[in-house]
């Protein structure tokens, strides 16, 4: 059983980027249900028992045997130290595409479960969704519910990738668009971000230390989100708008200069509700395009200001319906990778639900940060990511990085100016209440 990978999914071979879910937790855990419950996902999922095999020129998902099918990972040890390791931790091709793991403390009081899977069968949303329904699928075996039937009838089947589910299109529409990307980016070439970590020397040494991936986070209490909330609502903007003007206004002052700089900030567009029928969150692809704007930003540049522009332009976007003709330029990117360069990348999974847990067992925490296995620091610059979700009305930035290309101290900055622009926001029209936490 298998399926071949369409153009759009077949780039995040190369990228081998994945999704990372993590639930801290304090309270008994049920191994056998937990591990069960992993195994029911992973039945009713193909892509999640399956790995990435070459097919002549393309790639297909291929199902594994049975004795080399996931199965859930248990182990005790540190929560800071399992998490670092399970995010450094690679889903190589060839290999599964899935990986679940629940690291315990040695009282088994608490708990670090971890879910991994290769974005080449998922997005933000599906991984979200994913994680939800495992933990409602052990939740039911706990409390000895009946559990809706995560296998559906007939066996489990692959889903259509997305870029064939889109609505019909012109080519030569779709040319004149990737023609008009094109010299857009001629046009307005983007300042990246430099790195601050030594380059590798001329005969391919690394000068600095080895590099792994870290995570700095920024997190915000669900008052203080929902004042950020007003401020983008009272402002005719979104929260995403705010906060990608933040990381623009930010990434500005480490940049040289005195005047205007062209940055770009590149948006992730979520695909499901915009198609005809909507997609649903549980359907396991890769279902996002991505928005590219360029902006003239200078030290002096209101960050309001910048807000309204990221708005409207992402809006104008969308009305448009160019997130379709995105989507089906997207082979085209590496043969021309600056479509998608960007000083900035802010991601957008909006207000999401953590899952629903047994009694007796809490969820204290949940992350969904992505990792991948390329950072370039010979490049010696490159965009700054951060991934914004907000579980159960608490936001959270997390700003991963390879610290052969960020140094930690760096991105420790970094945040705090992010940290600083968002509570001057939430905090103008509202002041006396600044509780951001970081990690």
């Not at 291929?62 to 450094?88: H, K, Q």
């Not at 403390?105 to 939800?132: C, E, K, R």
């Not at 992350?367 to 959270?396: D, K, N, T």
Request: net charge negative.
């Amino acid at each position: 059983m298998h399926r071949a990978l369409c153009p759009v999914e077949t780039l995040y071979v190369g990228q081998r980027s994945r999704a990372v879910l993590s639930c801290t937790l304090r309270g008994p855990v049920d191994v056998a249900a937990l591990s069960a419950a992993y195994d029911a996902m992973t039945e009713a999922n193909p892509a999640l028992r399956s790995r990435i095999r070459q097919d002549g020129a393309g790639h297909v998902l291929s199902l594994l045997d049975e004795e080399e099918r996931p199965r859930l990972i248990t182990r005790t040890g540190d929560e800071e130290e399992a998490y670092a390791a399970e995010l450094n931790r690679p889903l190589p091709v060839g290999g599964p595409l899935s990986r679940a793991a629940l690291i315990s403390a040695p009282d088994a009081g608490s708990h670090l479960f971890v879910l991994v899977v290769d974005h080449t069968v998922t997005d933000g949303h599906s991984s979200i969704a994913l994680h939800n329904a495992l933990w409602d699928r052990y939740r039911a075996l706990v409390d000895g519910e009946p559990a809706d039937e995560a296998t559906p009838s007939g066996g489990p089947r692959w889903p259509e990738p997305v870029s064939r589910l889109l609505p019909p299109a012109d080519e030569a529409d779709t040319a004149k668009y990737l023609d008009g990307r094109l010299e857009e980016t001629r046009r307005h070439p983007v300042a990246l971000v430099p790195y601050d970590v030594p380059r590798p020397t001329a005969t391919g040494q690394q000068a600095g230390p080895d590099g792994h991936i870290e995570v700095r986070r920024l997190t915000l209490d669900p008052e203080l989100t929902s004042r950020l909330r007003r401020t983008a609502r009272g402002s005719g903007v979104s929260v995403h708008a705010l906060i990608a003007a933040t990381l623009l206004a930010t990434a500005r002052r480490r940049l040289d200069g005195d005047g205007p700089r062209t940055l770009g900030c590149l948006s992730p567009v979520d695909l499901r509700s915009r198609l005809s029928p909507p997609l649903p969150a549980a359907a396991l692809v890769p279902a996002v395009t991505t928005h590219l704007q360029t902006l003239d930003v200078s030290e002096a540049s209101e960050p309001l200001e910048l807000a309204r522009a990221v708005h409207a332009r992402l809006s104008d976007f969308l009305s448009r319906g160019d997130h379709f003709h995105e989507m089906r330029i997207t082979p085209e990117i590496p043969r021309d990778p600056a479509l998608q360069l960007a000083t900035v990348i802010a991601t957008n999974m909006g207000v999401v639900p953590g899952p629903r847990l047994p009694s007796g067992l809490r969820a204290v925490d949940v992350r969904l940060v992505p990792a991948r296995e390329h950072y370039f620091p010979q490049a010696g610059r490159s965009p700054v990511m951060a991934c914004v979700v907000s579980f159960e009305g608490r936001l959270s930035i997390e700003f991963p990085h390879s610290t052969a290309c960020f140094s930690p101290s760096f991105m420790r900055a970094f945040r705090d100016d992010v940290r600083a622009g968002l509570l001057r926001f939430a905090t103008e029209a509202e002041p006396g209440h600044a509780d951001a936490a970081t990690g």
